[in-house]
């Protein structure tokens, strides 16, 4: 009768409410185990971090003082954290001063753009120390540095370019002159619509290319030697 289907009926929700409370008792021990191996493996990563940051800050600063920045003080601040984010359970941030008795604070709010060229140089070069790139690419990292700095961003580079192919835009001879290969990029605008050729160029062009940016775009008899030198 329609009292023994409702019974039935009653019986079978109550019996699938248990059931679901079981279920969720066990998300929740799951939930539970997972929280306390991702709080094991984020202590890990803490100290694996405060370990690194010490090292690589060092690194840094030998490299930054090579490239004329003897007062600079560079350090990977590693910060413990109540709550999980992506990366952990830490904050991580660089703080540099380039001044002499200066306060470090994070880069983006005190370096200048030669300042940040030559961080940006510091940290990749000691990055791909540690991964294998095929190829690494620095688009006008001479921004904001000159004369005796530039030559040094370009030993650099060189030095990197031993296990990696490095590609280097940049405006300045100093740099140009470590390469073993040089394009000239042109733009031309012969047209309604801008054209823009790159070439490779022969022993010929190369002191040529050099010798324009040593001489404002004027190729001189001194400009070409000064080239030679360079590219020797």
């Known amino acids: 009768d329609e009292r023994k289907e409702l019974k039935e009926r009653l019986t079978e929700q109550l019996t699938s409410i248990e059931t679901f409370e079981d279920e969720i008792q066990k998300v929740k021990e799951e939930v539970s185990g997972f929280r306390k191996q991702t709080a094991q493996l984020s202590a890990k990563l803490h ?10 800050s060092t690194e840094v600063k030998a490299i930054l ?12 601040e590693v910060t ?23 306060t470090p604070e994070q880069i983006d709010k005190v370096a200048s753009g030669g300042e940040l060229s030559r961080l940006m140089l510091a940290v990749k070069s000691l990055i791909n120390q540690r991964n294998v790139l095929p190829t690494v690419v620095f688009d006008e990292i001479d921004a904001g540095v ?3 700095i530039a030559g040094k961003v370009g030993t650099i580079l060189k030095k990197m370019s031993g296990n990696h192919q490095v590609l ?4 300045l001879p100093q740099i140009a002159s470590k390469a073993g290969y040089h394009y000239h990029v042109v733009k031309t605008e012969e047209t309604e ?16 290319a050099i010798a324009r940016m040593l ?15 360079l590219l020797q």
């Open 47 to 56: 100290s694996k971090r405060v370990r690194f940051a010490e090292v690589f």
């Open 65 to 76: 003082q090579q490239l004329g920045m003897k007062n600079a003080l560079f350090f990977v």
């Open 80 to 102: 413990g954290l109540e709550e999980f984010n992506h990366s952990g359970r830490d904050r991580v941030e660089f703080l540099f001063t380039a001044n002499k008795g200066g």
């Open 146 to 148: 000159s004369g005796e």
């Open 168 to 171: 280097a835009i940049t405006h």
């Open 193 to 208: 619509t801008a054209l823009t050729k790159i070439e490779l160029l022969d022993n010929e062009g190369r002191v040529e």
């Open 215 to 229: 001489s404002d775009e004027k190729v001189t008899e001194t400009s070409v030697k000064a080239a030679q030198e």
